[in-house]
């Protein structure tokens, strides 16, 4: 059985607006951390797609190249997503006080 290929706005992430008496300082990492498990959990998935469908238990090939691919384009998101976070924090550091 195939799992359905969900919206982006059903990914759940934690609010980046926090109160004014919030503790603040976690929502960034939160979201960095988050982002990390979800390409690990998807790269690992791949993984036991591939194991599973060599191995001859039953896996058919198009579930296990989609699993394949889906870890590739999280992959490459995540990859993107910091490359633009280094960018940004290297403008910042350019600036001028």
């Known amino acids: 059985m195939m799992a359905p290929i969900l919206p982006i706005s ?11 008496g919030a503790s603040g ?7 960095l951390s988050t982002a990390i498990q ?4 998807s790269t690992n ?7 599973r469908f060599l191995s001859g238990e ?4 198009h579930t296990t190249v989609l699993a394949t691919q889906k870890a ?7 990859l993107q997503a910091r490359n633009k976070v ?9 600036m001028q006080m």
């Open 86 to 94: 280094v960018s940004a924090y290297q403008e910042i550091m350019r």
């Open 10 to 20: 059903s990914i759940a992430l934690p609010d980046p607006i926090r109160p004014a």
């Open 72 to 78: 590739e384009l999280s992959f490459e998101m995540f």
């Open 45 to 51: 998935n791949a993984s036991a797609s591939v194991e």
């Open 38 to 41: 979800t390409v690990e959990s």
């Open 25 to 31: 300082g976690g929502a960034f990492k939160d979201v």
């Open 58 to 61: 039953g896996e058919e090939l």
